[in-house]
DNA sequence: GCCGACCTCCACACAACCTTCACGAGTCGT
DNA sequence: ACGACTCGTGAAGGTTGTGTGGAGGTCGGC
């Protein structure tokens, strides 16, 4: 969090802390690079009017250093200080005034969209199994007790995405944002169905206990020994 | 709860006392800053007109001693005010005329938004223990004294909700608002017993002696060992 | 263009669950 | 000890959620 503002940058950060985030505040453009340098945050918000030098240098420099996902925070909402902004490396930016909850918003669409590249970019090596059942992202194969068994590719994103967690409960709207692309767009009702109907075809191929439904709740892929 | 009227400061105090809270007044600024830092608080009241100084100073103070979460009460409903109080670090904000039922359940949603940013952020998915009574928030399953023991999704959130204060005795109402999503519907006064039948059944399940009932005011999870 | 693989959506049946009610037992103030 | 109130209990009725089979529909390969 950059934000010459002692008031504003101490009740975002407090907000963001409140939501569970990890908060490192700072207040001027040099210190804010050598922060980013040390913590190595996984998302920066950043004030435009800094001291020092100013916000899109700032932005410059930590880029520069290692990718990061930035968040400008402008008093000026002109298109062209936006565009600049977003031409320096900013994911996204807010123009002031701003409520408490839409930066708590932006913040953690911009997590969730990073950690989903993440994921992708991220080579995972390790295929994952859980009580029997083993998923190799890479070559997207699935055996069953060592058997193999051939899963259509949303079955597979929905079991690799209940596997991921084992055992815990995965609601049907979760299920949808992480296996589908529903953004964070609504569900409507009956595409939740569309959840069951995969539910039940990989059921019949993993075998129909190893996946939990708790009622009212979700799906859960369970050890299973 | 800081509020200068002695007449709303009292009403709301007794009102938030039989919600089961514990609840200490103040009626002016200083007096206010010397409170909090004494009791360290879990939640704020706080209105914005006061004596000796403002409701937004009592704010920053407060806020500079240790972060906090406030409910600011304001007679003025225009935007900057509002604006501006949330800069000063509060989270949430209600204008008068407001109802009782208004106030506790903004106090209630605050707390269980910090208590439950308190919970991720302590890393802690944890799952919590009475007792010999172990409930999982995330595979949503429930063991007694080692053995497995299948809970309705009511009677799950139910317990869940006793188990987090253990032996204190939660008001039907309360639970109604925590567990089912009572936010402002202060309706039939039959489906208090709803609750009575849902703890019903969780005795059956989890052991009667349990859960204790405190005649006239709730129900409450008891240790047990 | 036809076909197969796959996904979405729908409708029905059933199961799980929640709420409500009435009555009796228990508890508290007087 | 009495009445007023609160609570436990069992069962009935209604509501919601889920399993299931199948009807379209899209997309890509042949």
Redesign the interface.
């Known amino acids: 969090m950059v934000e010459d503002e002692r ?2 940058n ?2 975002l950060a ?2 963001l ?6 908060v490192e505040q700072a207040f001027d453009g040099p210190s804010a690079v050598e922060a980013a340098a040390a913590v190595r945050p996984d998302v920066v918000l950043l004030d435009v009017m800094l001291p020092g030098f100013d916000g899109l240098e700032v932005c410059r420099r930590i880029q520069a250093a290692r990718p990061v996902p930035v968040l400008m925070l402008t008093a000026r909402d002109d298109e062209a200080d936006v565009l600049v902004g977003l031409g320096v490396g900013a994911d996204d930016y807010l123009t002031k ?1 701003f ?2 909850r839409e930066v708590v918003a932006r913040v953690s669409a911009l997590l969730r969209r990073v950690e989903r590249a993440a994921a992708l970019a991220e080579e995972r090596p390790a295929t994952i199994e859980v009580g029997g059942v083993r998923l190799d992202p890479g070559s997207r194969r699935t055996t069953v007790d060592g058997e193999a068994v051939h899963l259509t590719p949303t079955e597979f994103d929905l079991l690799l995405c209940l596997a991921r ?1 084992p ?3 995965l609601s049907r709207e979760r299920l949808l944002r992480e296996v589908w692309d529903w953004g964070d767009a609504w569900a409507s009702a009956s595409a939740t169905r569309t959840v069951d109907s995969h539910v039940k075809a990989l059921r019949s191929k993993v075998g129909a206990a190893r996946i939990r439904t ?4 979700g799906y ?1 892929l369970e050890e299973l020994r």
Chains 1, 2 share one sequence.
């Open positions: 008031t504003i101490d009740a407090q907000r802390r409140a939501e569970g985030y990890t005034p409520s408490m967690t055992g815990q409960v708790v009622h009212g709740v859960a």
